[in-house]
């Protein structure tokens, strides 16, 4: 289910949808994002979610292109404890397929406070599968 389609005047744009089967969230970039783009996606997440409290995110960066963040501060200090509240556990995040990597590749400064597992991988299907093991896993 669709919950937001943001699109900039160049084409690029950042979905974000509800997976009923799946019952998770999922924030997909495309084209190139800038930093006010990514900021303006990541706090659209956030308004968002809201009402759909549910602890997984897949994150999928593939068919993005240009800097994404340059921001771990931020990510950590503002939107990683707002995620937090909403009840986010588990971050599956696909890098960008044009360079293999992005700012979550680097470890940030300081420890996650809170329970949150973030995992980093190349393929979609990939990162699927593991939030699925992770929903497996809090089932038992």
């Known amino acids: 289910m669709l919950i937001?389609?943001?699109?900039?005047?160049?084409?690029?744009?950042?979905?974000?949808?509800?997976?009923?089967?799946n019952q998770w969230l999922r924030a997909t970039w495309r084209g190139f994002i800038d930093q006010t783009e990514a900021m303006r996606g990541a706090t659209n997440y956030l308004e968002k979610a809201v009402g759909y409290s549910f602890?997984?995110?897949?994150?999928?960066?593939?068919?993005?292109?240009?800097?994404?963040?340059?921001?771990?501060?931020?990510?950590?200090?503002?939107?990683?404890p707002r995620a937090l509240q909403l009840g986010l556990r588990h971050i599956a995040h696909v890098v960008q397929k044009d360079t293999g990597t992005d700012i979550l590749s680097v470890t940030f400064p300081q420890p996650v406070d809170g329970d949150?597992?973030?995992?980093?991988?190349?393929?979609?299907?990939?990162?699927?599968e593991w939030l699925r093991s992770c929903q497996a896993r809090a089932n038992n």
């Open 116 to 128: 949150l597992e973030l995992q980093l991988f190349h393929d979609v299907a990939e990162a699927e």
């Open 55 to 80: 602890p997984y995110l897949l994150n999928d960066n593939v068919d993005l292109h240009g800097p994404w963040f340059d921001s771990v501060e931020w990510l950590q200090n503002v939107w990683l």
């Open 4 to 21: 937001s389609n943001l699109v900039d005047s160049d084409g690029s744009r950042c979905t974000l949808t509800f997976e009923e089967d």
